[in-house]
């Protein structure tokens, strides 16, 4: 799908302004003890933190590492012996791996022939343990006032009542579960029925429009859809049945038929006297499910049978099924959620990602439930009714452990300090960041007045693909960088290549690639393990290539500079600029379109879309306007282009490539930085672009 040629050039996509390389001095503070300035570049953790940290020094850190790099089967193993399984592995056979495409098919397996279940481990384990009245989840809606809660013992009962309805009619192990809800309990819920019966859910993001929804449908030909009549976001409702509704007229015009949509009456957002129905398809959720025993067996799978399918934007148009195992990514979530933010049992644990997208998965749902944690599912929006509404939420709760995204942070920095202040904030302790890079003065702003310099950030990188964290700063361990995610986990082994898929050592930077497997990583794309192979196996021969650019400092800190491929990053959405672009070119007044990133205060990135209209149509606002519309409706609101820009003629190579380089360079009004243009069919057509910027 892409070479390395096709790659942008890693210096040109670095906007980390206090990179590597650029640390001459190092002026350090110690947590808790002052603020953090721009000119402090390391931020050392108290000794009070890491005293009572679950690894509270380098030197600790350093040896697990060292341990699970130089025998990861015994590391791994071990751990894996703190779950249940019900058939163990075979010592011998803990992980069998072929990275190396051109030693024959990519391949992955942690712990075959095991066999357990993840439901179990992450909820009836809990109950039985004496548990059982702990909070598994506090729910908060929309509106302030609005929660609920459930005890682990009510939890288990609930994902047996939904388990044992999902048997009833039909659903075994292997089928796939499509569920397109909002943050309702309901969420976590469902999925963990599904893992129960050994059906692989797939979630899509409830902000995705029918389209996509179809899209996916198509792609997994679900037995049902789980969903719910509609949900408040903020002011707004949003009715999402009828998104469903249209999602699975146009999966039926592909031969794709589901037999049930189960529908959750959300009373708050809607009655179901309002809600359009299909009798015989559609079923409420409240009219069956509490009539079903709250008792259902568990079904044991291998630890490589499928878990789960996340869809998720490559370089083309086409999403990408990335299919998660059972075993290897229970060992890894719930390992990673416990020393990413120094789990404590009295932890109340807030991230507030959607379920919807990985972080949704791995750190609302498996792994803080693994661990026994208390998590905090919030249905509404982080500004709604005011900025103040997290800090609220923080104070209401109690909530210690805090989650959250770069772009989050960055949204609510521009509301100023007052809505932060006027809480209190004290129950936090660790401070979380994941979806993009952070950059140094959101993470100074995150940790001085958010944290009142007192609680160490965990600035993850991961991917949908790893599964769980892959570079992070353990809280208690190291000294701190701001804006870099510092160093890899346990049993992680990143390399630095150049262009030529060589490893380059020490200081420097390159692309991102990962040298071995780790419990947690995607053992295919759905339907195509060819595509999961050229994409992610074939750019650099023996690694698993992320598709990030990366730069280590000579203190051997690593710090993640964003996408090198087709793929941009909008509030932390992957969105593919393949998909936007289809999305205009299906406009009927659209003749091309090319759509790169663009720098973006809030958003990390924009979307910039430079738009060919067919001949003899003219520009014009309401025609920007219903292009957008069009990339809404078929994507998603989230995927909305941020400037439309009127382009005659697009800058091609004499074979017809667009040169992305330029149109980046023209996005971010880098004018003098064009460089040679020399190359292209048209040059004059910059010169065009360039008057048409402002239009
Ligand atoms: C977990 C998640 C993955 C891409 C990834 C990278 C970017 C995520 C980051 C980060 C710098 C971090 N990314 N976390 N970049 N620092 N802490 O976001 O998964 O949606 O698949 O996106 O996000 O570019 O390649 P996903």
Known sequence: ELGPSDLCHVESMSHNPSGAGKINKLNAVILGDSLASEEDDLILPSAQFSQSALISSQQQYENMYKKSVDDPAGFWSEIASEFYWKEKWNPNEVCKENLDITKGQ????????????????????????????????????????????????????????????????????????????????????????????????????????????????????????????????????????????????????????????LTYENTSAMKREETKWQDGRDVWW?????????????????????????????????????????????????????????YKPSDIYWCTADCGWITGHSYVTYGPLLNGASVLVFEGAPNYPDAGRCWDIVDKYKVTIFYTAPTLVRSLMREGDEFVKHYSRKSLRVLGSVGEPINPSAWRWFFNVVGDSRCPISDTWWQTETGGFM???????????????TFPFFGVQPAIVDEKGKEIEGECSGYLCIKKSWPGAFRTLFGDHERYETTYFKPFAGYYFTGDGCSRDKDGYYWLTGRVDDVINVSGHRIGTAEVESALVSHPQCAEAAVVGVEHEVKGQGIYAFVTLKEGVPYSEGLRKSLILTVRNQIGAFAAPDKIHWAPGLPKTRSGKIMRRILRKIASRQLNELGDTSTLADPGVVDQLIALADC
């Open 286 to 342: 409240q009219d069956v499910v509490p009539n079903f025993p709250t008792k259902c067996d568990v079904e044991w799978v291998d630890a490589e049978d499928p878990l789960f399918l996340l869809y998720t934007s490559g370089s083309t148009g086409k999403p990408k099924g990335v299919l998660h195992t059972t075993g290897g990514y229970m060992v890894y979530t719930a390992t990673t959620f416990k020393y990413a933010f120094d």
């Open 106 to 261: 990519v391949s992955i397996e942690w712990f075959k022939g095991a066999s357990t279940n993840i439901c179990y481990n992450a909820v009836d384990l809990h109950v039985s343990a004496g548990n059982g009245d702990k909070v598994a989840i506090y729910w908060e809606g929309n509106e302030p006032g609005q929660d609920g809660q459930l005890t682990y013992s009510q939890l288990l009962d609930s994902v047996c009542q939904l388990a044992s309805y999902l048997k009833e009619v039909g659903v075994r192990k292997g089928d796939a579960v499509i569920i397109y809800l909002p943050m309702l309990m309901e969420l976590p819920i469902a999925m963990l029925a599904c893992a129960r019966i050994g059906a692989v859910h797939s979630v899509v993001f409830a902000g995705f429009s029918a389209e996509s929804l179809a899209q996916r449908i198509i792609d997994c030909k679900p037995k049902i859809v789980i969903t719910c009549n509609a949900v408040r976001r903020g002011p707004k409702v949003i009715f999402l049945k009828d998104i469903v509704d249209t999602a699975l007229t146009e999966s039926a015009k592909n031969n794709v038929s589901v037999d049930i949509c």
């Open 471 to 485: 570079i992070l700063p353990i809280p208690g361990a190291w000294p701190q960088k701001p804006g870099s995610a």
